[in-house]
């Protein structure tokens, strides 16, 4: 209880009892400061700060689970949201999903060890990251035809701890960084973007200004501006069936949209078919579905370093650890926390799952998320794969992502193609896209870049939920190829 | 909530110096959300939450920080600690600021006060409510009541307030997933406050819709269809002009998918006017920077771009009039002008194809040339000589927005829906809109 006591004070939390006889509760405080830096079109936008922090307060009944969030951490605020959740867990007790479960044997209790990422490199003060940025700014500026540039950097700090029945389970602090440089030309109806590593900010990492220069912010306006004109000049990708060549960041996109999303275990139990979809992925597929051909492995690891989404434990206490999703092409488990993992085993289907139960914040429950879900690397080094194609297209950063609500008919789009011909990379080509369908696009896989070749990204903006909830993502991912693969090119 | 935003605006006055001024909109929920699984619940809970978004404005820089406040009854103390606290890291902030030529709020002292009565929310009796109108059914759904408030205050005096307390409920009716069918009815219903009968209803309603679903299930090849879209998934296509298609910004730096439009390369149909209209009342009627928004903004007039939302900032940059928008210059309260094709003769006009009743996960394929890609979803039928023959398996459409709604374009119906937004990314959104069916002669297919 002194190591409760200490972090309870730290929070400013006074922790509440089970609000009713024989009922657990859990507390989640999370505290987020953020800082927003960016130069848009040469001018410097106002810094932008934020400082949110709350508590979500969680009852657990034999037969039904509550919550109640608020920003008020006094002893009485938090009694009240106790008293609050407590009401909604006796509601859902008489209508809930849970029969045959006692949920109040889910919440673990016990201190794991505290743990946060490393610190990373010091960050160099405002003035000299809004000059940084600045200069990448000017430099994008080399053609009349660049019609819109901006450089921006988000730096965000968030600490939490979860508490089990007044007693500390966890308490994590990480520091992200999400650098960003956008340009785009123009000329007539034609427009092209380029950016770092996609337009949704698909560079973004957990650590200092180490992942600044990792991202290739600095010196990369002057590049990327003179892409985008290459790109207004090219012809359009080609339609038809072609091999294809996904660069990590645009198989950060694959692997996230058609392979993490129909993996959450709470889509295949239903949960979100009136909102982000079911999955085309069914409880007797786990053992022996083969997802992929066989050069396909996937890992859900919650410890590369520097990958967006690390932590030690998730966001209802579970310890998390690297275990396989899919291996040597076979599906093996889902993306599963405790409380779905138990609804599954009550409908006589047991599975291995993952620390995974996730929330955006305080304000909202978890629930199963991907957090860092990676293609691990196989044996082909970059120039091999190329070398083996003799028609196909390389597409790198995404643009544009769409699926069907089971997650499988897709249509993705990227900023930059580039044609293969006889083992070569040739033409480069604007407005590169392809479409297929996730129960057989991975069965495809004919090769998987080498450990030389992987590169860790992810995305800020993964939604789900009801309500709605957009956590962070980690991807890493060597570049892959496919065989046989639709693709096209723009124009209306 | 009221009581809170006074406190805040007078926080402001308070701790705002001499040649300083300090503006906060005001974010604040009490929000109950239930999700159902099978008609049973799945996650319940409350949430309570209020985030001040500050902006510390001195001389011509500036700088804006995002607070959440210690509870929605939080007293003067501690707000004013919080606020306080905001405000030292706001004048840091400033101090490394460069001059902002952009910057542009309406130091006028503005009052308005637009508030809506209380509801109340009884969580037994809802649950109960849902879970005996859904019988066995498998009712998958959300709930999201409660009151929700935005306002702008000022320390040189401002005061703008909207409040809405709401309930709206959105669901579906799914059979029996076989063989990967999917097969489901989407319904939803909103009001000011529950309505049992009307909410039993219209769950009896959609759960007769979901008769038709039974039957065998239509594969589609790819192609061109004819299509009955109704006003759900003209709203969804719709929706994706609030990606910059209505963006001033957007349109001069490039990045607007209605480019073509706005320079007469294309045209959509003369059956086509959308407007951005407070009348239609699902937002406030004032935007970040304090300015009053303008009751009617004509966006496209008989299938021509007409105007676009521009925010001070916006025009600020390049020359143009500001007609007050958000800083995001997507449209908050949208009206899609009816046509005159009647409900009861829709599907015989359709003839054969498809009648869609929801679009899901739309993305621009090429934003330049204004190519969208996206899915059929939920209740999408075939229909063979104006007779419903089953659902199709989902389908994804990749065309382009000009022509699905200008040469395809051969009737709006005559009926508007009113859809208030159920988003709850972050907080429960204002806004909506409001569009009738669409009747086009060919959408495009592509897997």
Redo the contacts between chains.
């Keep these: 209880m002194a190591l409760a006591r200490e972090h309870s004070e730290q929070s400013g939390a006074a922790l509440p009892a089970p609000p009713s006889p024989g009922s657990r509760v859990t507390v989640r405080i999370v505290e987020d400061d953020a800082e927003r830096l960016m130069v848009r079109?040469s001018?410097?936008?106002?810094?932008?700060?934020?400082?949110?922090?709350?508590a979500m307060v969680?009852v657990w009944r034999r037969g039904?689970?509550?919550?109640?969030?608020?920003?008020?951490?006094?002893a009485d605020?938090l009694a009240r949201a106790a008293s609050?959740?407590d009401?909604?867990a006796a509601?859902?007790e008489?209508?809930?999903?849970f029969d045959g479960l006692d949920l109040r044997t889910l919440p673990e209790a016990g201190p794991l060890p505290t743990s946060g990422a490393a610190p990373g490199e010091p960050m160099p003060?405002?003035?000299a990251l809004?000059a940084l940025l600045r200069a990448e700014s000017a430099a994008m500026r080399i053609d009349p035809r660049i019609?819109?540039w901006s450089a921006q950097l988000r730096l965000v700090r968030r600490t939490q701890w979860l508490w089990v029945d007044g007693d500390l389970r966890s308490h994590e602090s990480v520091r992200i960084v999400e650098p960003n440089l956008e340009v785009?030309?123009?000329e007539g109806?034609?427009?092209?973007?380029r950016s770092l590593g996609g337009q949704y900010n698909g560079f973004c990492r957990q650590g200092g200004f180490e992942v600044i220069r990792a991202s290739g912010l600095e010196g990369g306006g002057e590049r990327i501006a003179r892409e985008a004109l290459v790109l207004l000049a090219a012809p359009e990708c080609p339609t038809g069936a072609r091999d294809l060549l996904l660069m990590p960041d645009q198989m950060m996109l694959q692997i996230h949209e058609s392979i993490g999303h129909p993996l959450e275990l709470d889509r295949i139990?239903?949960?979100e078919?009136?909102?982000a979809?079911?999955s085309?992925v069914s409880l007797d597929m786990f053992g022996r579905y083969a997802y992929g051909s066989p050069l396909l492995d996937v890992s859900f690891d919650p410890g590369v370093p520097g990958e967006l989404a690390g932590y030690a434990a998730d966001d209802e206490g579970e310890a998390a650890r690297k275990v396989w999703l899919i291996r040597g092409g076979i599906l093996q488990r889902p993306l599963g926390g405790k409380l779905s993992r138990a609804r599954s085993a009550a409908l006589g289907v047991p599975l291995e799952g993952t620390a995974n139960a996730r929330a955006?914040g305080w304000?909202r429950?978890a629930?199963d998320r991907m957090a860092n879900l990676n293609v691990e690397p196989g044996t082909t080094p970059f120039d091999g794969m190329v070398a083996s194609v003799e028609r196909g297209v390389l597409m790198r950063t995404n643009v544009?992502?769409?699926?069907?609500?089971?997650r499988n008919?897709f249509?993705f789009?990227c900023e930059w193609g580039q044609l293969i011909e006889d083992g070569r990379l040739t033409t480069v080509v604007r407005?590169p896209?392809y479409?297929g369908?996730s129960a057989t696009f991975w069965r495809s896989l004919a090769a998987v870049g080498d450990a030389a070749s992987v590169e860790v990204h992810g995305t800020p903006f993964c939604?789900k939920g009801?309500?709605?909830?957009?956590v962070r993502v980690g991807h890493a991912s060597p570049p892959c190829l496919f065989r046989g693969v639709d693709v096209f090119g723009?124009?209306? | 909530m009221r009581r809170l935003f006074d406190t805040l605006a007078e926080v402001l006055e308070a701790q705002a110096r001499p040649g300083e001024l300090l503006v906060a909109t005001l974010e604040a929920e009490a929000?109950e959300?239930v999700?159902f699984?099978?008609a049973?619940?799945?996650?319940?809970?409350?949430?309570?939450?209020?985030?001040a978004r500050l902006?510390l404005i001195d001389g011509d820089r500036?700088?804006?920080?995002?607070?959440?406040?210690?509870?929605?009854?939080?007293g003067r103390d501690g707000v004013a600690a919080r606020i306080a606290?905001?405000v030292v890291?706001?004048r840091a902030?400033?101090a490394?600021?460069?001059p902002?030529?952009?910057?542009d709020v309406n130091r006028s002292p503005v009052v308005s006060d637009d508030d809506a009565p209380d509801a109340v929310f009884d969580?037994?009796a809802f649950?109960?409510l849902v879970?005996q109108a859904a019988g066995d059914a498998?009712l998958?759904?959300?709930c999201?009541a409660g009151p929700v408030a935005r306002g702008f205050c000022s320390s040189a005096g401002s005061r703008q307030w909207y409040r809405r307390d709401s309930l709206a409920f959105?669901?579906?009716i799914?059979l029996p997933?076989d063989a990967?069918t999917?097969r489901?009815v989407?319904a939803g219903w909103s009001g000011p406050a529950l309505d049992a009968a009307a909410v039993a209803a219209a769950i009896g309603r959609s759960r007769a819709d979901a008769s038709v679903l039974a039957r065998p299930v239509r594969r589609l090849a790819p192609g061109d269809y004819r299509v009955l879209l109704a006003p759900r998934a003209l709203g969804d296509l719709l929706e994706m002009f609030g990606w910059g298609g209505f963006s001033a910004r957007a349109h001069?730096?490039?990045?607007s998918p209605l480019?073509?439009l706005a320079?007469g390369?294309?045209s959509m149909s003369p059956l086509l006017s959308v407007v951005e209209d407070l009348d239609a009342g699902f937002a406030p009627a004032f935007q970040s920077d304090g300015y009053p928004r303008p009751r009617r903004v004509p966006l496209i007039e008989r299938g021509r771009l007409v105007d676009t939302l521009a925010s001070p900032r916006t025009a600020r940059?390049f020359g143009l009039s500001s007609n007050a928008a958000s800083d995001h210059e997507s449209p908050e309260s949208l009206r899609v002008a009816p046509g005159t094709l009647r409900a009861d003769e829709a599907l015989a006009r359709l003839g054969t194809g498809v009648s869609v009743s929801n679009l899901?996960?739309?993305?621009?394929?090429?934003?330049?040339?204004?190519?969208v890609?996206?899915?059929t979803?939920f209740a999408s039928l075939w229909v063979e000589d104006g007779e419903p023959v089953g659902p199709i398996e989902?389908m994804?459409f990749?065309d382009?927005v000009?022509?699905v709604l200008g040469d395809a374009l051969e009737a709006l119906g005559d009926t508007p829906l009113r859809m208030p937004s159920t988003?709850?990314?972050?907080s429960?959104a204002t806004g909506g809109l409001e569009a009738p069916s669409a009747l086009v002669s060919a959408l495009r297919f592509?897997?």
């Excluded at chain 2, 001069?252 to 990045?255: L, N, P, Y």
């Design positions: 079109r001018i410097v936008s106002p810094i932008e700060l934020s400082r949110d922090r709350g969680t039904g689970v509550g919550y109640c969030a608020s920003a008020d951490l006094s605020g609050i959740a009401d909604w509601t859902v008489r209508h809930g999903v003060d405002r003035p809004i019609v819109s785009t030309a123009a109806a034609v427009s092209q973007t139990l239903g949960d078919r009136n909102f979809g079911g085309f955006v304000h429950p629930i544009s992502w769409s699926i069907d609500d089971a008919k249509q789009g407005n896209g479409r369908v939604g009801e309500p709605g909830q957009v723009g124009g209306s | 929000s959300f999700r699984n099978h049973r619940v799945r996650q319940a809970g409350r949430l309570e939450r209020a985030v902006r500036q700088a804006g920080c995002a607070v959440t406040l210690p509870g929605l009854g939080t606290e905001a890291d706001l902030a400033v490394a600021s460069e902002d030529p952009l910057l969580r037994a649950v109960d879970a498998d998958v759904g959300f999201a959105d669901w579906s799914h997933d990967g999917r489901a989407k001069r730096t490039g990045q480019g073509r320079r390369e294309v940059e899901w996960y739309l993305n621009w394929s090429d934003r330049a040339a204004g190519r890609t996206g899915m979803r989902a994804r990749d382009a000009h022509r988003d709850t990314w972050d429960r592509a897997l």
